[in-house]
């Protein structure tokens, strides 16, 4: 059976955890030579074994935009130019209008805007022609939900930026998508602070508000960062795969 990533060399940011730890998971055993990165160095280790196939792991907080050129150029003196590049790495933060601080802004604008923003500005030099450039977003980019604003006007900007990297990024033929995921089950809530209660009941709450009455795996997922990164998806640049069980359209 032929590997969709064979030699590729794939880079994940946030790949310690959830949605990005499956990914790298699948690329891996998809041929592909995977780095993680994160800002946690024990659970980097432990991501690390679990994903195998000689993975590197490196910290580094995409807030910190010094923190972002030394991954690539690691990564290139290690397993050489990147053809895929998953900018993953991100935080939610919740709280209504008016009891959400300046700095809780600060925070997830840093990580979910100027993170991404800046990884892919400092990848350019370290990418190959033809790399597939692939940004979690969320299907919740369109919608309006409430205590979220600052959360998803980060996800919405990085639609924006999709659609204005892919124009600029073509002439090398880098491809450049969005995935929007629905409600996934990963640590994130209990990360933001949350209650393992009061994360399950939004879960539980999200799951209902879709026309599948669930919510997405992270294997879900991977397999559609798989089609997005390998030349399955060959024609589609600043676009934007939403997989969320039918909650943005129905
Ligand atoms: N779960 C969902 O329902 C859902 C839905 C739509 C979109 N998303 C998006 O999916 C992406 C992954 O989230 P997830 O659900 O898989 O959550 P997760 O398990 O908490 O993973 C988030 C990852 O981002 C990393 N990260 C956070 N801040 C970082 C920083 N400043 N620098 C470097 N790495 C950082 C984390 O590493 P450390 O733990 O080391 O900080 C972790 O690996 C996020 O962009 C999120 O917005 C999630």
Aim: aromatic share 8%.
């Amino acid at each position: 059976m032929s590997l969709k990533l064979n030699n590729k060399v794939a880079v994940v940011t946030g790949g310690n955890s959830g949605i990005g730890l499956g990914v790298a998971k699948l690329f891996a055993a998809e041929g592909a030579k995977v780095t993680i990165t994160g800002r946690n160095e024990s659970t980097i280790k432990t991501a690390v074994k679990a994903i195998g196939h000689d993975a590197l792991g490196l910290v580094s907080n995409v807030a910190d935009v010094e923190s972002i050129s030394p991954v690539f150029e690691r990564v290139n003196d290690t397993f050489g130019k990147i053809d895929i590049l998953v900018v993953n790495a991100g935080i939610v933060m919740m709280a209504p209008l008016e009891q959400f601080t300046e700095a809780m802004f600060d925070q997830v604008t840093d990580i979910n805007y100027k993170g991404v923003f800046f990884t892919v500005q400092k990848a350019l030099p370290y990418l190959n022609d033809g790399a597939s450039i692939v940004v979690t977003s969320s299907t919740v980019a369109d919608k309006g939900l409430a205590g979220a604003a600052a959360y998803i006007a980060t996800k919405a900007a990085e639609r924006a930026l999709v659609r204005v990297f892919a124009a600029e990024l073509a002439p090398r033929k880098i491809r450049v998508n969005a995935l929007s995921p629905g409600s996934i089950a990963t640590p994130i809530f209990e990360k933001a602070g949350y209650s393992k209660e009061h994360a399950d009941g939004m879960a539980d709450f999200f799951a209902n508000s879709v026309a599948l009455k669930r919510g997405g795996t992270v294997d879900e997922m991977a397999k559609g960062f798989l089609f997005l990164a390998s030349e399955d998806s060959s024609y589609m640049t600043g676009g934007d795969l939403v997989l969320d069980g039918g909650w943005r359209d129905l």
